[in-house]
Every structure is written in C-alpha cells, then in structure tokens.
C-alpha cells in the first residue's frame, strides 16, 4: 500500500503541476501556489476592539505573518501538520511521512523501488515545506488517492462474496420538527416516516421519487457501517480497499432489483454539489458487483438543479450532469 500511495501521489503532482525534473520543480511548484522559505507561515488578526464579544472579534481582519523558527520549531511544525495530513486523508502517519520525504527530501529514497524525487531539500527546508504547505498537500494526498484516470486503474483481486438479505428489524430516528410526519408505505418496514434522519436532500429526494413513482413496488434504506448492511469493496489509489454501502436496493414492477446510490447534486451555474471524490471508484466497483450478479441493474442518482429533475447514470461515471451519461431518472426508472 505504500508503494501504491507514493506512486499515486508522486503521478498525481507530476500532472497537475506539470513538473518536469528537480532542477526545475521548484519554481513550477512556486507558481501553484507553494511556499519555499525557512520561516514559518501563520495567520493572525488585526484590528482594533473595544469589547471581548464575538461580533467584534469576527470582523477583525485576518492577516499573514512570518515567524523565524529554530529547526526543532521546523520539526515539530512539520510533524503536528503530517499528523493532521494523516488524519484528514485516511492515510497512517508513518506511511505518510515516508512518502513525503521520498519525494521532497534531499538523500532520502528507497533506491531498489527506483525513486524519483519531484525535490531535493535540505532537512530544515523539507520540514518547512510540509508545515507551510499542509493545505496544498493535504488536498494533493486526497486527490491523488481517489481520482479516477485511466493510469490508475487498478483491479480489485476476487473477493469472498456471501448472500446478503434484509435484516428483519432496523431502527431509525426520525426530526420531530419536520413538518411530514407520514407514513411511507412503500419503505420496506412499517412505520417508516418521511422525516427519518439523517437522510442527505438527494436521498430524500430519490425517496420522495420511490413513493410516488408506480414503477417502483419497495425500497430499502442501507445502513452505512456494520456487516448487517450490504456493501462492496473497492480499491483506492494508495492500495487500500474499504467497504462501499449503496444509499438504496429497491424492486421495480417488472421484479427487477436495483443498487441505487445517491449522491450530491449540480447546481444551476454547473457547479458540482458532490462531495465524494470516491464516487468514480466506487460507481466502477457496483458497475463491477452487477457484472458478476446477472439479472440486476445500478445507478448513481443526482439532482440537477437546472432541470430542477433527478437524474441517473447506469454506464460511465462523470461529475458533470450535462453528458449524456446522466438520464432522467422517471425515463429509466
């Protein structure tokens, strides 16, 4: 795995920077919006108040400041935003740091994986590095792991499949302040409310949808964690294969079961709403499930709200809504 990460990683800077050697990395990675300097950058407010309250503390003006630092002020600095790295992308922190320093400091490689490092810093430049960079980074890490180019395909090794069946009871919290209260009947357990919580807006949406469409006979409502819920495996670019759970499965009137997850919408301007950068991996990995499993159907729903419509997508995964990938939902379900 952490082969995999630091490939992924070191692939990901390559083309998003357009880097192109050492010599020449530096001043690429500058113009990207990179910090090199051996001080450390911090935020401060300024300002004047007259009182401790919160509205005049909120409208001081948020300004950048130097700070000259010792180099164990640089190491600790650097590790405090690895940890924070680590812990925001999923990826341990000894992993992590690793693969940092195969990339960015001078001397220090694994020679027999055949590195080849994007920067050569000396060790008080390389700590400054991560610590005035972490952002950038950490939004480089989660990329890099997720996005899903053609050269970072991966496929999945065969997994041990076992017959999933609806548990018999589930409990669900439910808003007491929504104003719907009623019953959805076609929910499969009785007593479910529209006001079950929590439930993202697509998802109440697409339930909204199963109720009222008379093509659908029943839905269910996945769990998101816990071997009682139905899940598949997918593989990340660092190697990893965590559990997908699908938002929904679901019988249709002509007794046809489909794998339904719902997910962020556009907004009117084409700005995506979405927020899982792991949604191509894991539209590929159910696309993948329904392959092995004949006779059943799948789709990524998402509202669009242009067309003020939910729309699905059964074929190839894309972020925007106006490729033909992305169908009404009323015109395939």
């Known amino acids: 795995a952490p082969r995999a990460a630091y490939s992924a990683i070191r692939a990901h800077c390559v083309e998003s920077i357009g880097l192109v050697s050492v010599a020449g990395n530096k001043a690429l990675m500058q113009k990207a919006g990179y910090v090199f300097e051996r001080r450390l950058r911090d935020k401060a407010q300024s300002g004047t108040v007259r009182h401790t309250d919160a509205s005049e503390l909120n409208a001081l003006d948020t300004i950048d400041i130097e700070v000259k630092a010792s180099n164990r002020d640089l190491h600790d600095a650097c590790n405090n935003q690895l940890y924070k790295i680590a812990n925001s992308t999923g990826m341990g922190y000894s992993d992590l740091g690793k693969i940092f320093r195969r990339l960015f400091l001078k001397g220090s490689s694994d020679k027999k994986s055949g590195d080849v490092k994007l920067l050569s810093l000396e060790q008080p430049d390389y700590y400054a590095f991560v610590a005035n960079n972490a952002e950038l980074l950490k939004e480089a890490v989660r990329d890099a792991v997720s996005n899903n180019l053609p050269e970072n395909q991966r496929l999945l090794a065969p997994t041990r499949e076992k017959t999933f069946?609806?548990?018999?009871?589930?409990?669900?919290?439910?808003?007491?302040?929504?104003?719907?209260?009623?019953?959805?009947?076609?929910?499969?357990?009785?007593?479910?409310?529209?006001?079950?919580?929590?439930?993202?807006?697509?998802?109440?949406?697409?339930?909204?949808?199963?109720?009222?469409?008379?093509?659908?006979?029943?839905?269910?409502?996945?769990?998101?964690?816990?071997?009682?819920?139905?899940?598949?495996?997918?593989?990340?670019?660092?190697?990893?294969?965590?559990?997908?759970?699908?938002?929904?499965?679901?019988?249709?009137?002509?007794?046809?079961?489909?794998?339904?997850?719902?997910?962020?919408?556009?907004?009117?301007?084409?700005?995506?709403?979405?927020?899982?950068?792991?949604?191509?991996?894991?539209?590929?990995?159910?696309?993948?499930?329904?392959?092995?499993?004949?006779?059943?159907?799948?789709?990524?729903?998402?509202?669009?709200?242009?067309?003020?419509?939910?729309?699905?997508?059964?074929?190839?995964?894309?972020?925007?809504?106006?490729?033909?990938?992305?169908?009404?939902?009323?015109?395939?379900?």
């Not at 109440?204 to 199963?210: A, D, G, N, S």
């Not at 789709?299 to 995964?317: A, H, M, P």
Request: negative net charge; proline residues 4%; contains cysteine.
């Open 165 to 333: 069946r609806l548990p018999q009871e589930v409990k669900f919290k439910y808003d007491a302040s929504e104003k719907d209260q009623s019953l959805v009947d076609k929910n499969v357990y009785d007593g479910y409310r529209a006001s079950a919580c929590p439930r993202s807006d697509g998802e109440k949406r697409f339930e909204e949808f199963c109720q009222s469409s008379p093509r659908v006979k029943w839905f269910y409502k996945n769990g998101d964690k816990g071997s009682e819920y139905f899940s598949i495996v997918y593989l990340d670019n660092a190697g990893r294969d965590p559990l997908f759970f699908p938002d929904y499965i679901l019988e249709d009137s002509e007794g046809t079961i489909w794998i339904i997850e719902a997910k962020g919408g556009q907004k009117k301007s084409g700005e995506s709403e979405n927020i899982d950068r792991f949604a191509g991996k894991k539209f590929d990995a159910l696309q993948s499930y329904i392959g092995r499993h004949p006779g059943l159907k799948m789709g990524f729903v998402r509202y669009d709200q242009k067309s003020q419509r939910l729309c699905i997508n059964t074929e190839q995964y894309t972020e925007d809504l106006d490729t033909f990938f992305w169908k009404l939902l009323k015109d395939v379900l």
